[in-house]
């Protein structure tokens, strides 16, 4: 019963999330340009309340709220949170997500950007491993020290002067700033105090091996043997902690590496499938069809145009 009540949760993109949350004649519309479902970051005083809570939900962004006084109050995964001043929560993309305090009152940012933002001139697969609260199964909130609240303050000014005082904003220079804030929060991360499970210690373990073995290993079975485990075993243990199953994370793990190398290279389409270990150009296409709705070339051109 509990798998199907998962699967029935929706995953919204900006647009959509917006128009089922707000109200279609909401003027927070307003706020929001063409291009606000890849990047937007805004003061949270300047957008009108939800005019409905939302139920459980997921979103193709990662969502950042940085509170600077007052307290906001959502659940993050199967766990409630309340936000306070000077505190950071992230909503990492796709991980489930609630709200029914719709008179959440306080002042701060809200940034949300599209995950492939990060993929961009200056990212790599290894620096994103670094950010445990982009991860589903990472801790959402972060802390801040007095001294380095006026710093991440600036950042998020600036992403917000980005957004609001340009027709486009430059993504190089999003992603940049982006990836000052995450080192900064990274200094200030709470960390869970919660005895790590059996589970948790394996999955952990499974997601370190993907990131070294992605290239050549795309079998269950591999990882499981290096962890000493059944697949079944390993499997359960992943859905358990992270709500997908380790295809699921090999899949995606292959899905992003793909990305950085036709952002990042003129390698053909055909060197990128080899270097993710798919000697068959046309499987390679077909899989990143199938999991991003578009082909590699279509991917290239869009990128080129952004």
């Known amino acids: 019963m509990k798998s199907r009540s998962i699967e029935k949760i929706k995953t919204y993109e900006a647009k959509g999330f917006r128009e089922k949350f707000l109200g279609e004649d909401n003027p927070m519309h307003l706020l929001f340009k063409s291009n606000s ?24 962004c990662h969502t950042l709220i940085f509170v600077e006084s007052g307290s906001h109050k959502m659940r993050v995964g199967y766990e409630d949170y309340e936000t306070i001043a000077n505190e950071i929560i992230v909503v990492p993309a796709e991980q489930i997500f609630s709200i029914r305090n719709i008179d959440n009152t ?16 200056f990212g790599s697969r290894e620096m994103l491993n670094d950010f445990d609260f982009l991860k589903i199964s990472g801790n959402p ?7 380095d609240i006026p710093l991440i303050t600036t950042i998020f000014n600036r992403l917000q002067k980005e957004y609001t005082d340009t027709k486009y904003a430059d993504l190089n220079i999003v992603q940049t700033y982006l990836i000052a804030l995450f080192y900064e929060m990274n200094k200030n991360s ?32 591999h990882y499981a043997s290096l962890l000493n485990v059944t697949p079944n075993h390993l499997n359960k243990c992943v859905k358990t902690v992270t709500g997908k199953s380790a295809v699921k994370w090999i899949d995606e793990n292959i899905l992003l590496e793909a990305k950085y190398l036709l952002f990042q290279t003129t390698l053909s389409i055909n060197e990128i499938a080899a270097q993710v270990g798919h000697e068959d150009q046309s499987y390679f296409s077909r899989f990143f069809k199938k999991h991003e709705g578009i082909s590699p070339i279509q991917y290239r051109k869009m990128i080129d145009k952004s």
């Open 37 to 60: 479902d890849h990047f937007f970051c805004l003061k949270t005083e300047e957008m009108m309340r939800l005019q409905y809570p939302v139920p459980p939900s997921k979103h193709s």
């Open 106 to 121: 306080h002042h701060g940012f809200i940034c949300q950007f599209h995950p492939d933002i990060l993929i961009g001139k």
């Open 141 to 147: 909130k972060t802390k801040l020290s007095s001294e």
């Open 190 to 221: 709470v960390k869970s105090s919660k005895p790590i499970s059996a589970a948790e210690i394996i999955t952990n373990k499974f997601k370190e091996l993907i990131h070294l073995h992605i290239k050549t290993q795309h079998q269950v079975n």
